[in-house]
């Protein structure tokens, strides 16, 4: 087995490095401050991050990034979506054609819109990308728990040679060539979550999350039909199944966050007692930029950002939802592009 440098020792992070190890990896695992690094190295824990999950002797840190890059030709990008920007460029100087790089971070950058796909290609163009998504809460992987993913990549090679290095017994891999379906339902998710949480807060019913998964579903597949996203791929793992995951449990960060926004606490005290990033926060306002910038609507995307940043009410919000005009389920515009037909085929319904 290669070994494989992790930069970011947050908890996907740390459990990605504990998978990776247990599968026979040699790994590398880079964190942003030094006496994070001296204290993996000494205790074999991670004492920030998943602290209880004893990391395999395989699993060393370093506080280095150039140290990082060398280490191995395979990285794996752990880190917050707007924290990329400022930390690719120190990678720069090692990154060659040779090397496989896979984003496990969720999110579109504020300040430009750009999924990380297109930060990646701006900033290590030399490399080849892929992006691992869906379902996935960080401390069931390092406890060893069954989960299963999607690694994507333009490069079926990159994404074949991804999925063969960290497919385990217990962390199933799929291959996709939609890499921008797997990033637009990975980080659109995070934002449904905090609507989520909000809805279990307020005691609005189980009713009312299962409507709140299903039309936030219809507003990726809005926006991600723009950006070129594969419907299949929303309705799979990085799509349907990360957002079912992420509004239905209280282990995920953005849960939390309209939870405590839902209890009445403001996004500085929800942010502080989370403890920890919730992108959705950030996603939220590239979302609604991007939704207004296009011309899609993303009625909960929008609720949301009011929530956070415009000091609108719950029960304000719920009201617009549930009072905006009478339409059908699904528009015409929500449709993709009928499948080819092979010639031998024309005249054939295989709807029939």
């Not at 707007?82 to 496990?104: D, K």
């Not at 419907?231 to 349907?240: E, S």
């Not at 304000?316 to 515009?333: H, Q, V």
Request: charged fraction near 20%.
């Amino acid at each position: 087995m290669a070994d494989v440098t992790i930069f970011g020792a947050g908890s996907w992070g740390t459990a990605l490095a504990a998978s990776a190890a247990r599968s026979g990896c040699s790994v590398l695992l880079w964190c942003r401050r030094p006496e994070q690094a001296r204290a993996i190295n000494a205790s074999g824990r991670n004492p920030n991050y998943l602290p209880s999950v004893s990391l395999p002797p395989g699993v060393t840190a370093t506080d280095d990034p150039g140290e990082g890059a060398l280490f191995s030709h395979y990285w794996i990008l752990a880190l917050p979506t707007q924290t990329l920007r400022g930390f690719l460029p120190r990678l720069s100087p090692w990154c060659t054609s040779r090397t496989e790089i896979c984003n496990v971070a969720k999110g579109i950058e504020i300040s430009t819109g750009k999924r990380i796909s297109e930060i990646a290609e701006e900033l290590l163009p030399k490399g080849q990308y892929s992006v691992l998504s869906g379902p996935s809460f960080a401390r069931e992987v390092a406890e060893g728990l069954p989960t299963a993913v999607t690694v994507a990549s333009q490069n079926k090679g990159s994404a074949l040679f991804w999925q063969s290095r960290l497919n385990t017994s217990r962390l199933r891999i799929y291959t996709s060539s939609d890499v921008a379906g797997t990033e637009v339902g990975g980080a659109v998710k995070n934002v449904m979550a905090i609507a989520s949480g909000m809805t279990s807060a307020l005691s609005l019913g189980d009713n009312a999350r299962a409507a709140l998964v299903s039309r936030g579903l219809a507003e990726i597949m809005r926006l991600g039909r723009l950006l070129g996203a594969h419907p299949l791929t929303l309705a799979g793992l990085a799509g349907m199944g990360d957002l079912v995951l992420t509004c239905y449990s209280s282990q995920s960060r953005n849960f939390r966050l309209g939870e405590a926004l839902g209890r009445g606490l403001t996004l500085g005290e929800a942010k502080d007692e989370i403890g920890e990033v919730a992108e959705g926060a950030f996603t939220v306002r590239a979302v609604v930029e991007m939704g207004r910038r296009m011309g899609v609507e993303l009625p909960i995307s929008e609720g949301v950002y009011r929530l956070l940043y415009e000091g609108a009410s719950p029960e304000e919000e719920l009201e617009k939802l549930m009072a905006r005009d009478l339409k059908p389920e699904y528009s015409a515009g929500l449709l993709w592009e009928p499948p080819v037909v092979p010639e031998d085929k024309v005249g054939y319904n295989p709807d029939c």
